[in-house]
């Protein structure tokens, strides 16, 4: 099957985020649901797996960051837009950064891990360097988390 354009998949939902609880929150709604759609290229699972992914990176640190004159470019110009603007869909990952697509993953085992890493978040004050915005604050963190969850997210549609 050919890849969906995520850049141009209609139906997507309008999410906004303040608050890791504000994500839970939404996920929980979502684990409600009696069907979930996903409008990707990702299943239910898949899209939480990546979100745990990329929340435990934030603790436990990148495996791969942008030279420095590229992480001081990206800040500079950047970094505020991605804490504060929605994200856009149809980004594709560099080849070195494929650990953070998930593999195909049940919704069950997504949601454990989403979870998971979720309460990392919560309780641990530790936070790495972003691979490309550098040293990040938890609150910096929180946002981007925010973003990005707003983004994955939209492409869930509960069926009720």
């Known amino acids: 099957m050919a890849a969906i ?3 141009k998949v209609n139906d997507r939902r309008q999410l906004h985020f303040s608050t890791l609880e504000d994500i839970l ?8 649901a009696k069907e979930l759609r996903a409008l990707g290229n990702w299943s239910a699972g898949q899209v939480l797996q990546h979100l745990a992914v990329v929340m435990n990176v934030s603790i436990d640190g990148f495996p791969h960051h942008l030279p420095g004159i ?8 950047f970094k505020k837009r991605f804490l504060t603007m929605p994200m856009s869909a149809g980004f594709a990952l560099p080849k070195k950064l494929e650990a953070f697509l998930p593999p195909p993953t049940t919704w069950e085992e997504g949601l454990a891990n989403f ?27 929180t946002q ?17």
Not at 25 to 32: G, T
Not at 144 to 160: D, K, Y
Request: proline fraction near 5%; hydrophobic fraction near 45%; charged fraction near 25%.
């Open 70 to 77: 590229v992480r001081f470019f990206v800040r500079l110009v």
């Open 5 to 7: 354009e995520t850049a």
């Open 25 to 32: 929150a939404e996920v929980d709604r979502l684990a409600q």
């Open 115 to 141: 979870r998971a890493a979720l309460r990392r978040l919560q309780s641990e004050s530790k936070r790495a360097p972003h691979g490309a915005l550098g040293p990040m604050t938890a609150d910096e963190w």
């Open 144 to 160: 981007l988390h925010c973003r990005h969850s707003e983004l994955h997210l939209s492409f869930l549609v509960p069926l009720t």
